[in-house]
């Protein structure tokens, strides 16, 4: 099956103009200025056949080792090494020969052009349903990335669970892709097109949360959603009244099981966000000003990579004055 549908990207697609909607490349956020810097640097053989529909741009990465999950021809991976720096790594896995051959023949360019004496990207050939037999070593990365690809996999919860697997203890799966509004039809599913698109394949967004937590992940967090226009007329009769989002979630491997809120204060240090971090849609931390956070966030920023950044206070620990509220905003409301 997965070699059939190796065919889509690996020889019916030559580049993202070939796409029938815009499921597969629609940003679900305006990208800030500094990574577009990096972008540029990316070689435009490399950037023609990127088919990612969200910007997979976690923050603190220098030194990470990060897997991107679905590397197609490494346009991310590429962004990545450069944002880890040369004492980071950055490997690619994907299933398609094509994309692969586009991602490995530009690798010197990009070294040079960053000025690297040593490789810091490779690129694996594999299926990300079976990481550990694909030669990636069990607890081995900081992030996994994925833009746009987990949809494509008929096995979501293996692709979590390997994803869980490979991750370190404090890790971080951040990854963008499409959800729809209710579980799809088996024609829907069955349709050629619509699962090249990156439609057919797409989880009901309630059903990553459940998935997310039989595999031992923190429960999801949402950074950022984007209405798909389908805008081809023949595929929206299929689709009937079923809408589709890209968006971006970050799950992360920490202990579960205490989930006091906690006052928590940024101090300012993460390179690119200094004077505000936006964790996520609910959450952004300005520099130095207190606020207080669920337990599910205070499990992950105090045991993440996140630790350094953040002072903690006790639960329930003096001195927390009142009235420091948690800022929610009303981004769940866009999801649908
Ligand atoms: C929509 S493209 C996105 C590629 C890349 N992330 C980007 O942003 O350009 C999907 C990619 O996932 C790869 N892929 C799909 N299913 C896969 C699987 N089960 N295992 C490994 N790779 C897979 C395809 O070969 C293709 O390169």
């Excluded at 950037?47 to 529909?53: K, T």
């Excluded at 937590?213 to 023949?234: D, Q, Y």
């Excluded at 204060?265 to 669920?294: H, P």
Aim: glycine share 10%.
């Amino acid at each position: 099956e997965n070699q059939e549908k190796d065919d889509y990207y690996g020889q019916v697609l030559k580049n993202a103009s070939d796409l029938k909607t815009n499921a597969c490349v629609t940003p679900a956020k305006p990208i800030p200025a500094s990574i577009r810097q990096v972008l540029k640097k990316v070689h435009p053989e490399v950037d023609a056949r990127y088919y990612g529909c969200g910007l997979v741009v976690p923050e603190s990465l220098e030194g990470c080792r990060i897997l991107d999950l679905g590397s197609g021809s490494g346009r991310d991976c590429y962004m990545l090494s450069q944002l880890v720096g040369e004492n980071g790594h950055v490997t690619g896995i994907d299933m398609t020969d094509n994309q692969l051959e586009v991602a490995r023949k530009h690798v010197d360019y990009h070294m040079k052009e960053f000025g690297y004496q040593k490789p810091n990207v490779n690129f694996v050939q594999g299926f990300i349903e079976a990481l550990t037999e694909a030669g990636l070593e069990k607890s081995s990365f900081d992030v996994i990335i994925s833009n746009c690809v987990v949809n494509l996999s008929p096995d979501k919860k293996r692709v979590l669970a390997e994803a869980y697997s490979v991750l370190k203890d404090g890790g971080e799966l951040y990854f963008s892709d499409v959800y729809s509004s209710g579980r799809l039809t088996e024609e829907m599913k069955t349709h050629k097109v619509l699962w090249g698109e990156c439609l057919g394949g797409a989880l009901w967004w309630k059903d990553l949360l459940q998935l997310a937590e039989e595999v031992g992940f923190s429960p999801p967090r949402l950074v950022t959603a984007k209405f798909i226009t389908i805008g081809n007329k023949e595929l929206q009769d299929v689709l009937g009244d079923f809408k589709f989002v890209s968006a971006t979630y970050r799950l992360f491997k920490v202990p579960k099981g205490n989930t006091e809120p906690r006052q928590v204060m940024y101090n300012g240090d993460i390179r690119g966000v200094e004077d505000s971090f936006e964790f996520d849609c609910q959450y952004t931390f300005k520099a130095n000003e207190a606020v207080r956070v669920d337990g599910e966030v205070a499990a992950i920023l105090t045991h993440s990579r996140f630790a350094g950044d953040f002072t903690f206070q006790q639960p329930g620990g003096p001195g927390e004055p009142c009235g420091v509220k948690p800022k929610v905003s009303g981004c769940f409301a866009i999801l649908l």
